[in-house]
């Protein structure tokens, strides 16, 4: 009987790890080095859709924008897109540059964090 139960603890025990390392191997493949998103003129109602390669400055009218990193759900059937974003919208008339969204945007709930322009919106589509 105890026997038994040491098999089945020690065959989760070896799944469990078994599942950590093969998550650790495809963590690469989960990560993007482009960001595409939408940019949304409120006032024009124009859409663009915008390639920002991950660390590189992108202009947009006034908006200068940055995606430091993206990454992909591991699931397919439930897709989901992070990105870590920095807006600095060059319109406001200050000396220093702040930003006006700088945090992680979710393709599925932009409004965990959203972006609030009075001129744009923005939402993530790919992460390539």
């Known amino acids: 009987m105890k026997l038994r139960r040491n098999i089945k603890v020690g065959l989760i ?5 078994l599942s950590l390392i ?9 990560e993007g080095n482009f960001t595409e998103i ?3 003129n409120k006032i024009s109602s124009k859409n663009v859709s915008l390639e920002l390669k991950n660390n590189e400055e992108t ?3 006034d908006l200068i924008i940055k995606s430091i990193k993206c990454k992909n759900s591991e699931f ?8 870590y974003i ?10 220093d540059e702040v930003f006006v969204f700088n945090g992680w945007m979710f393709s599925s709930s932009p409004s965990i964090n959203p972006f609030d ?12």
């Open 59 to 61: 202009i947009f009218d």
């Open 86 to 95: 920095q807006v600095i919208d060059q319109s406001i008339s200050t000396n």
């Open 117 to 128: 322009h009075p001129v744009y919106d923005i939402w993530l589509t790919r992460c390539y």
């Open 13 to 17: 025990n070896f799944l469990f790890l």
């Open 38 to 40: 939408k940019i949304l």
């Open 76 to 83: 397919d059937d439930d897709p989901e897109i992070i990105s």
């Open 22 to 30: 093969s998550s650790g191997n495809s963590e690469s493949n989960l």
